[in-house]
């Protein structure tokens, strides 16, 4: 009797398998459940929460998370939504993929027409694509450094210093730096790169003397936060302790939003 029972009982889990792989084949031949499923794995990709994903905002986010998978620029009005309201989901992976379809559209932009202004918007997203190893070589492999135009001229040195900053060339990053400030001495961004190279280095009083110069030329002081905030948060305690206090010493008043990250 006990052998019948447990055949019994075998033959019943037999057909809950057997209606469970047919249920389960008939699911995925779904077109719905499949494209369900695309959405799922291209959510996980770019590092989003699924369930952080409110209603409102699934229809969009998916749009522009399959434009960017395709290699599409956003439209303008998407690059807004994802740096505003869309924020949450812009996760680093998602950023990486945007900057590098900024930065293929002006390397073929580049390639195309030759205009100069285009190597520095493609060097300049390369950056942000983390990148830089490639954005140093394409930039030495133009003739930008030949021009006359003293603005264009600014705009490279500065560009290419930050990607000599960015893989830690400092000296040459310096020099850059230097000569995008000769070349237009009153454009803020040579200054602001000129501070953040020295504070990273942790000389001090050359970079408050460089954000100086860059806060008379109009940056923004959000903008100067952003890049204090940033190298900061990458040096160890000891380190951060030294910098929070010798720009305390420096302006009070100025950097008071720092002792809450001393805290």
Same mark, same amino acid.
């Given at each position: ?30 077109? &719905? ?11 996980? +990709?770019? @590092? =989003?929460?699924?369930? %952080?994903? #409110? ?95 003293? &603005? ?11 990607? +000599?900053? @960015? =893989?830690?060339?400092? %000296?040459? #990053? ?58 900061l948060l990458k040096l160890d305690k000891s380190k951060r302790i030294e910098m929070i206090a ?18």
């Amino acid at each position: 009797q006990l052998k019948k029972q447990q055949e019994k009982l075998a033959q019943e889990r037999k057909v809950r398998e057997q209606a469970e792989r047919e249920r389960r084949k008939k699911l995925e031949s779904d077109p &719905k459940y499949i494209e369900r499923q695309k959405e799922k794995n291209l959510i996980k +990709k770019y @590092d =989003i929460y699924f369930y %952080d994903i #409110a209603d409102k905002h699934r229809s969009k986010l998916i749009n522009i998370l399959k434009l960017l998978d395709n290699n599409q620029r956003l439209s303008e009005q998407d690059a807004i939504w994802l740096n505003s309201e869309g924020r949450q989901f812009f996760t680093d992976e998602l950023k990486i993929k945007f900057h590098r379809v900024e930065a293929d559209f002006y390397l073929n932009e580049y390639k195309t027409t030759k205009l100069h202004w285009h190597a520095i918007n493609a060097s300049s997203q390369l950056r942000k694509a983390k990148a830089s190893k490639e954005a140093e070589k394409f930039l030495e492999n133009t003739e930008i450094s030949l021009n006359k135009n003293k &603005k264009l001229l600014s705009a490279y040195f500065t560009t290419l210093g930050g990607v +000599k900053r @960015d =893989i830690r060339k400092v %000296d040459t #990053a310096i020099e850059c730096g230097v000569k995008a400030h000769e070349n237009n001495s009153q454009d803020y961004r040579p200054c602001t790169l000129l501070g953040a190279i020295y504070m990273e280095n942790h000389e001090y009083t050359l970079g408050h003397d460089w954000y100086s110069k860059a806060r008379d030329r109009g940056a923004p002081e959000k903008s100067i936060n952003a890049d204090l905030r940033s190298i900061l948060l990458k040096l160890d305690k000891s380190k951060r302790i030294e910098m929070i206090a010798s720009l305390l010493k420096k302006d009070p008043y100025l950097y008071g939003w720092l002792k809450d990250i001393k805290k």
